[in-house]
């Protein structure tokens, strides 16, 4: 097999089901179908529909938060595949989120050293004092 027979569609994930894609108008008259359906109906427009309540939960939430409007009649833009420069920018904002994070973390743990780094010395210049004092006291 030649990467001429994939381009084709001939190759092993042809036959692969393509991601169904709804319009709001879809969404919004199934909505309104499915609730206005008698409790033993509701199963015959899911099985009818090739749906799941997943589905209809999702889309009542969506008409709910004001995602779906009737003016919103086409069906959501294909997902477009990424420029490799697009993708390594995404990369390296990642990484600079994870470096900004472990900087934040590490300043913290800098911050907290230098503190009992400083009690250790004020602890130390005491110790000495008492033992200066205790010398003194002896003489």
Same mark, same amino acid.
């Given at each position: 097999?030649?990467?001429? $027979?994939?381009?084709? &569609?001939?190759?092993?994930?042809?036959?692969?089901?393509?991601?169904?894609?709804?319009?709001?108008?879809?969404?919004?008259?199934?909505?309104? =179908?499915? $609730?206005?359906?008698?409790?033993?109906? @509701?199963?015959?427009?899911?099985?009818? =529909?090739?749906?799941? =309540?997943?589905?209809?939960?999702?889309?009542?939430?969506?008409?709910?938060?004001?995602?779906?409007?009737?003016?919103?009649?086409?069906?959501?833009?294909?997902?477009?595949?990424?420029?490799? #420069?697009?993708?390594?920018? #995404?990369?390296?904002?990642?990484?600079?989120?994870?470096?900004?994070?472990? @900087?934040?973390?590490? =300043? @913290?743990?800098?911050?907290?050293?230098?503190?009992?780094?400083?009690?250790?010395?004020?602890?130390?210049?005491?110790? &000495?004092?008492?033992?200066?004092?205790?010398?003194?006291?002896?003489?």
């Amino acid at each position: 097999m030649t990467s001429h $027979d994939l381009q084709r &569609g001939d190759g092993p994930r042809a036959d692969r089901p393509k991601r169904r894609t709804f319009t709001a108008a879809y969404k919004l008259r199934l909505v309104e =179908e499915y $609730d206005a359906a008698p409790d033993g109906e @509701k199963g015959a427009v899911l099985r009818r =529909e090739g749906l799941y =309540e997943s589905s209809i939960s999702l889309w009542r939430r969506q008409r709910d938060n004001g995602e779906l409007t009737a003016s919103s009649e086409s069906a959501p833009a294909p997902r477009t595949r990424k420029t490799p #420069e697009q993708a390594e920018l #995404e990369r390296l904002r990642k990484e600079n989120e994870r470096l900004s994070r472990q @900087k934040e973390r590490m =300043e @913290k743990k800098l911050a907290q050293t230098e503190a009992a780094l400083e009690i250790v010395g004020k602890w130390h210049a005491l110790l &000495g004092m008492m033992s200066e004092g205790a010398d003194s006291d002896n003489s």
